[in-house]
């Protein structure tokens, strides 16, 4: 059974910064490209960031390009996003998400998902 599980969510001030972690079990983990995508209330869910199976490439939305950064270490199952200089806009429920799809970017197209992990980003 795939099982991804956040954590590293929380409350910080604007500037701030927060390393969110997503531990993964049950899937090879080195052959899923991995997502982080956020969802604000009243919104629909939006991709952050994405990573290659093999860390190689990266993709990331404009709203958050050069603030935020994402890894991985496929020895250890795990993906990172790490995120500085945070804005207010930023506060959402964040999912980590994995797909064998190469280059995916939409929601449909991960196959599993996280149960999410709350930022919220005071002004």
């Known amino acids: 059974q795939v099982q991804l599980v956040e954590s590293g969510g929380g409350l910080v001030q604007a500037g701030g910064s927060l390393r969110l972690s997503c531990a993964a079990s049950?899937?090879?983990?080195?052959?899923?490209?991995m997502g982080w995508f956020r969802q604000a209330p009243g919104k629909e869910r939006e991709i952050v960031a994405a990573i290659s199976s093999s860390g190689g490439i990266t993709y990331y939305a404009d709203s958050v390009k050069g603030r935020f950064t994402i890894s991985r270490d496929n020895a250890k199952n795990t993906v990172y996003l790490q995120m500085n200089s945070l804005k207010p806009e930023d506060t959402a429920v964040y999912y980590c998400?994995?797909?064998?799809?190469?280059?995916?970017?939409?929601?449909?197209?991960?196959?599993?998902w996280g149960q999410g992990t709350q930022v919220t980003v005071s002004s």
């Open positions: 998400a994995a797909t064998r799809r190469v280059g995916a970017r939409a929601a449909g197209q991960y196959d599993y």
């Open positions: 049950g899937l090879t983990f080195s052959s899923y490209r």
